[in-house]
Antibody
Framework: EVQLVESGGNLVQPGGSLRLSCAAS????????MNWVRQAPGKGLEWISY????????DYADSVKGRFTISRDNAKNSLSLQMNSLRAEDTALYYC?????????????WGQGTMVTVSS | DIQMTQSPSSLSASVGDRVTITCRAS??????LNWFQQKPGKAPKLLIY???GLQSGVPSRFSGSGSGTDFTLTISSLQPDDFATYYC??????????FGGGTKVEIK
């Protein structure tokens, strides 16, 4: 079964750090581009980061650029998001999502999400 | 950055109704437009890709159309399982896959 499972969400103080993980199974992980998408409580979806299959190309939304770092370990079928200098507005449910291998690169597989709460 | 605007933000409809949701891009995105359905407490689910492609397993009452800047998601006959929030997303940018603000479909 094709599956993504996120972990690492927690309650953290403003200015703190957290590392999220996404474990992939059921497909050739290295062949797929991956993304992180978040959803603040009661709000819509916000794309925040992208990584190519090889890990050599990354990109970020302006809201997290310079604070978050996306990475992947293809040998371990794992995607990560290192989050530093966390702010209250980073409070959200964080999803990892796989892109289709071909055009138009829609997000066809999603994890169940992991909750990050930034509060003192 | 490409901005995506959905309308309406919410709507009330009855079972059996035909429902139409629109999505407009701030610049031409060809057919790089995808639609998702999200139910409370669940991850988004891909319904339509490339403006009109039906994702495997999605009922045929869902359809998409459009190209360039204007797109439409249509549910031909609303079913009880369809009450949810719907999001459009552009995948035209090599990165930066922005979403629309969402349309909540509620029971009338």
């Amino acid at each position: 079964e094709v599956q993504l499972v996120e972990s690492g969400g927690n309650l953290v103080q403003p200015g703190g750090s957290l590392r999220l993980s996404c474990a992939a199974s059921g497909f050739t992980f290295s062949s797929y581009e991956m993304n992180w998408v978040r959803q603040a409580p009661g709000k819509g979806l916000e794309w925040i980061s992208y990584i190519s299959g090889s890990g050599t190309v990354v990109d970020y939304a302006d809201s997290v650029k310079g604070r978050f770092t996306i990475s992947r370990d293809n040998a371990k079928n794992s995607l990560s998001l290192q989050m530093n200098s966390l702010r209250a507005e980073d409070t959200a449910l964080y999803y990892c999502a796989r892109e289709m291998a071909e055009w138009p690169n829609a997000f066809d597989i999603w994890g169940q999400g992991t909750m990050v709460t930034v509060s003192s | 950055d490409i901005q995506m605007t959905q309308s309406p933000s919410s709507l009330s409809a009855s079972v059996g109704d035909r429902v139409t949701i629109t999505c407009r891009a701030s610049q031409s995105i060809s057919r790089y437009l995808n639609w998702f359905q999200q139910k409370p407490g669940k991850a988004p689910k891909l319904l339509i890709y490339a403006a009109s492609g039906l994702q495997s397993g999605v009922p045929s009452r869902f359809s998409g159309s459009g190209s360039g800047t204007d797109f439409t998601l249509t549910i031909s006959s609303l079913q009880p399982d369809d009450f949810a929030t719907y999001y459009c997303q552009q995948s035209y940018s090599p990165t930066g896959r922005t979403f629309g603000g969402g349309t909540k479909v509620e029971i009338k």
